[in-house]
C-alpha cells in the first residue's frame, strides 16, 4: 500500500502522498491523508494507517533541546517517544525482544528522514526520499522530473506519484502535497 516521497527544495520541505488503502487483493480510497504537519514536521506514512493515527493524533512531539545536533535527537528522543507511543498503544510486535513498527517519513530541519520498521533512523544522500509499494518508480520518476526543472516541486511530487499509480496497484490518486518552511 502507498507511496509517500518527500524532498527538500531551497526554503521548504515538501511531502507528497497517496489516498489508497490496500490489503494486496483490493483497494480503496482513503479520506484520512497519509501526509501530515505536526508542529514543525511534516509526516507521511505507509504500512498501516492505525500507526498513522497514532503518528497524527497520539504521538507528542518531545523537545529538542539546543545542545543537541538533529542526528541524535532524532536518533534518541524522537524515536524513543515514537516507540513508547507504538508500546502504549498495542502497535508494536515483539519478536525474540526485538521491536517492530511501521515505516514513515519525517520531514525535519531541511531534512528527509525514513524511519523504518526497526526503528532505523534513516537519511538518503540526497534530499529525496521515498516509502511505500511505489517508492522505486516514484522516485524514478521524481529524479526525471527533478532533471528537466521546468515545473514546480509540487507539480514534480504529483506527477511522480501519478506515474507511480500507473504501474503499482497500491498508489491510487488523489494526491496530496504539503510543504514547511525550513527554520
Same mark, same amino acid.
Given at each position: @500500500?502507498?507511496c $509517500?516521497?518527500?524532498?527538500? *527544495?531551497?526554503?521548504? $520541505?515538501?511531502?507528497?502522498?497517496?489516498s489508497?488503502?490496500?490489503?494486496?487483493?483490493y483497494?480503496?480510497?482513503?479520506?484520512?491523508?497519509?501526509?501530515? +504537519?505536526? /508542529?514543525?514536521?511534516?509526516?507521511?506514512?505507509? !504500512? &498501516? %494507517?492505525?500507526?498513522? #493515527?497514532?503518528? #497524527?493524533?497520539?504521538? +507528542?512531539?518531545?523537545k #529538542? /533541546?539546543? *545542545? @543537541?545536533? !538533529? *542526528?541524535?535527537?532524532m536518533?534518541?528522543? %524522537?524515536?524513543?517517544?515514537i516507540? +513508547?507511543?507504538f508500546?502504549?498503544?498495542?502497535?508494536?510486535?515483539?519478536?525474540?525482544?526485538?521491536?517492530? =513498527?511501521? /515505516?514513515?517519513?519525517?520531514?525535519?530541519?531541511?531534512?528527509?528522514?525514513?524511519? *523504518?520498521?526497526? %526503528?532505523?533512523?534513516?537519511?538518503? &544522500?540526497?534530499?529525496?526520499?521515498?516509502? =511505500?509499494?511505489?517508492?522505486?518508480?516514484?522516485?524514478?520518476?521524481y529524479?526525471?522530473?527533478?532533471?528537466?526543472?521546468? #515545473?514546480?516541486?509540487?507539480?514534480?511530487?504529483?506527477?511522480?506519484?501519478?506515474?507511480? &499509480?500507473? @504501474?503499482?496497484?497500491?498508489? /491510487?490518486?488523489?494526491? +496530496?502535497v504539503l510543504?514547511?518552511?525550513?527554520?
Amino acid at each position: @500500500m502507498t507511496c $509517500i516521497i518527500g524532498c527538500v *527544495d531551497k526554503n521548504y $520541505i515538501y511531502m507528497a502522498g497517496d489516498s489508497c488503502g490496500s490489503n494486496g487483493h483490493y483497494y480503496s480510497i482513503r479520506k484520512d491523508e497519509k501526509v501530515f +504537519k505536526k /508542529q514543525d514536521m511534516l509526516f507521511g506514512y505507509t !504500512t &498501516s %494507517f492505525r500507526m498513522g #493515527h497514532l503518528l #497524527h493524533w497520539k504521538f +507528542k512531539v518531545p523537545k #529538542h /533541546q539546543a *545542545d @543537541m545536533s !538533529t *542526528d541524535e535527537y532524532m536518533n534518541t528522543v %524522537f524515536i524513543d517517544e515514537i516507540i +513508547k507511543c507504538f508500546t502504549d498503544n498495542g502497535y508494536v510486535e515483539k519478536t525474540n525482544e526485538v521491536k517492530k =513498527g511501521g /515505516q514513515f517519513l519525517v520531514g525535519y530541519k531541511g531534512r528527509i528522514f525514513n524511519i *523504518d520498521s526497526d %526503528f532505523q533512523v534513516g537519511e538518503e &544522500s540526497e534530499s529525496v526520499s521515498a516509502c =511505500g509499494c511505489g517508492s522505486i518508480s516514484a522516485l524514478a520518476a521524481y529524479k526525471r522530473g527533478a532533471l528537466e526543472n521546468r #515545473h514546480s516541486v509540487e507539480y514534480n511530487l504529483k506527477k511522480a506519484l501519478l506515474i507511480a &499509480s500507473s @504501474m503499482i496497484e497500491g498508489v /491510487q490518486p488523489p494526491f +496530496k502535497v504539503l510543504r514547511i518552511k525550513i527554520k
